[in-house]
Every structure is written in structure tokens, then in C-alpha cells.
């Protein structure tokens, strides 16, 4: 009769788990890049997760616990406190997923993507100090001041602050306003 009881218990927690990590899954997906039926998925799965951990933690705590968990339940609010943070974390570990995803392909298909140059070919740009005017640079966004370092592009006459631009072709061999290359 204990095990019917049990199995019993693990249907009704593990169905309210999965009714409201899919509800709650649901709305994260649609105001996430997921998508509302894989999110209404992956909080399926986390709610029943949640659920078995919930109906574990009845069996095995005092009374006193066994009753504030069981009030819980009948509000919802244990539901409520586990099933968040565990999608939460499931849409966390999808994300980085994705990224990783994303920049492996980026990198692996993305032959002509153009690499910094080195920093022997970034010290021989023309260098200059700003005497006359004040000119934005449009990597820091900070104004150069008269008698601060800046560097020209050769190929389009930009300027910039020289550690702005020389950090900027040292990863990128482009010009960061118009995309030129250097």
C-alpha cells in the first residue's frame, strides 16, 4: 500500500511540476530567442524535476517542515520558488550553448574574416601629435586633446587616440568607422 501511496504521490508532484514549468517555460521562451514551445520543453522537464525533488524533501524532513512544505504546495509557492530558478538555469546553460555554437561556426566557415595585423605593421601607421583641434576619437568616444599621440589610417585618413587604435588593429585589421581595410 506504501509503494501505490508513493507512486501515487510522484504522479500528482511530478504533474503539477510539469504543468507549471510548462506554463512558466512557456512565457520565458517567448520573451527569450528560444522560442515558447522549446522553452514550454525545457521547463516541462524542469518542473518535473522540481517535483520529485519536492516530493523527496516531504518524505525525508521533520514534521514541522513536512507541514510548512506541505502549505507550500497548496499555494503554489514551492513550485513557484523551485521551478524559476530552475529554468532559469536551463535557459542560462542553453545560451552559452548557442554562443559557443555560433562563434565555432562563425570561425570554422568564416574564412575571408579578417585577423589583426601585428604590432610591428600597427607601430609603422603615421603618428601624430593633435596641435590645433580637438577631433573625437570614435573607438573611446572621448575627445583627443591638443598635444595627445593619435594615429592616421592610411586607407581612409581616420583618427583616433593611438592606444585606442593600436589595441583596435592588433584584433582587427579594419577601420572601425567605415570597415576599410588597413
Known sequence: MKKVAYVVLFFIFSASGV???LVTG??????????MVRGAMIGAIAGAVVGMEVLESCFQGELLSKMRIFKSLVNGKIFREYVGPAILKAYQWQQNEAEINYSETADMFDASKNKGLLPENVKK???FIISDRAICCAICLQDCKIGESARRLLSCAHFFHM??????????ATCPIC????
Open 179 to 182: 570597415r576599410k581595410d588597413v
Open 163 to 172: 592606444k585606442c587604435i593600436d589595441e583596435w588593429l592588433v584584433r582587427n
Open 125 to 127: 601607421l603615421p603618428e
Open 26 to 35: 512557456a512565457v520565458n521562451g517567448q520573451t527569450k530567442e528560444t522560442g
Open 19 to 21: 504543468m507549471i514549468g
